[in-house]
């Protein structure tokens, strides 16, 4: 179980554009807070409560509490966070920003690939 409380999650803040990486840990704690809420791989997101009641379904991937399971998240959206992510270079002096993270932007860019 420590594994899986040690594994990454993406952190993105209100406008879906990602800017920390935290552990399931924390993460967990910001859902239990109502600080944050998880997202899935379908954009949906979820409470804590919606999200205890989900995972009740889950087989791998599982945090056992004494009461009930919950399912490691992979991505959590902050609720009230506007923080942007920082714009940093690598040693050849490339630039990076990172990209927004919305259902609507992956949807572009896949529409973009198929064409």
């Not at 399912?71 to 992510?85: D, M």
Request: with cysteine; charged share 15%; glycine share 2%.
């Amino acid at each position: 179980m420590s594994q899986i409380l040690n594994r990454n999650v993406l952190v993105l803040n209100k406008h879906w554009m990602a800017i920390h990486v935290c552990s399931v840990r924390r993460a967990l704690s910001l859902v239990y807070q109502d600080l944050a809420s998880v997202v899935t791989e379908d954009y949906e997101v979820f409470d804590f409560d919606t999200w205890k009641d989900l995972s009740r379904f889950a087989d791998t991937g599982v945090v056992y509490t004494p009461q009930y399971p919950l399912l490691a998240p992979e991505v959590i959206l902050l609720r009230r966070c506007n923080k942007l992510p920082s714009i940093t270079s690598n040693s050849t002096g490339a630039t990076f920003i990172s990209a927004i993270i919305s259902p609507a932007n992956i949807a572009a860019r896949s529409f973009r690939a198929m064409s």
